[in-house]
């Protein structure tokens, strides 16, 4: 499961046929991904100053894309407009492949996206990567500013992945499972493959997750009652 489908889909969704917190028990947490603004080659925009610039001259002219109502990038979107005072016309795509295509074709100018979908392209020339939505640089861009080193505070957007199962399971199983499953995550050959690719992988123990999910699934809801975000 990821910050989407348990602790931000709940809020958007009237009834999903489960409750995440009530009805599935956390193992252990894997990986998180920050997610990042990028712009087209071809667009005037070389830094977030230069997006907050333009968006600040024509409110609402600018389009930003995402992989749908209400996912994280969509979310890291309006976290970036309320934190930098502008005003942005968020495109929805049906998933992110078709709005990255769009983006380096010229179609659409920005959009948010999670970091390991575009690590790849950061030397290339169809996309700007301008800035990454964490606390920290990502160690696989490190050239690449966090949105406090651009000049706009407080954006900090990442997607947290792990592994759950049924509630009920019988404690020694959760405890066995969390164990072997750390030990893998901890080893060198299974992580830095990853980091490479821009994700940060993680472990945690099951009431370290759960007290995650439980404290997102509030912050997850303030934001997406905030934002006015449903969907149609």
């Known amino acids: 499961g990821s910050t989407s489908t348990l602790a931000v889909n709940p809020h958007l969704y009237k009834d999903m046929g489960y409750d995440p917190i009530k009805d599935l028990q956390p193992i252990t947490l894997t990986h998180q991904m920050p997610n990042v603004l990028i712009v087209g080659k071809n667009t005037p925009y070389k830094t977030v100053a230069d997006v907050v610039a333009a968006a600040r001259r024509e409110p609402g002219k600018i389009a930003f894309g995402s992989a749908g109502n209400g996912n994280s990038m969509h979310l890291a979107g309006e976290l970036f407009q ?122 945690s123990t099951p009431q370290e997750f759960s007290a995650l999910l439980q404290k997102d699934t509030k912050v997850m809801g303030e934001q997406v009652r905030n934002a006015g975000i449903h969907i149609d």
């Open 82 to 203: 309320k934190q930098s005072g502008t005003k942005l016309m968020h495109v929805p795509y049906k998933g992110a492949p078709p709005a990255l295509t769009d983006v380096m074709g010229g179609a659409l100018p920005t959009m948010f996206i999670n970091l390991p979908a575009v690590v790849g392209y950061a030397d290339s020339d169809k996309i700007r990567i301008l800035a990454v939505a964490a606390a920290e640089r990502s160690k696989s861009l490190p050239n690449v500013p966090t949105f406090k080193e651009a000049g706009v505070p407080g954006v900090e957007s990442s997607v947290w992945n792990g592994i759950l199962v049924r509630r009920g399971t019988p404690g020694a199983i959760v405890d066995r499972l969390n164990k072997d499953i750390v030990g893998i995550l901890q080893s060198a050959s299974f992580r830095e493959p990853l980091e490479r690719q821009g994700y940060e992988v993680l472990s």
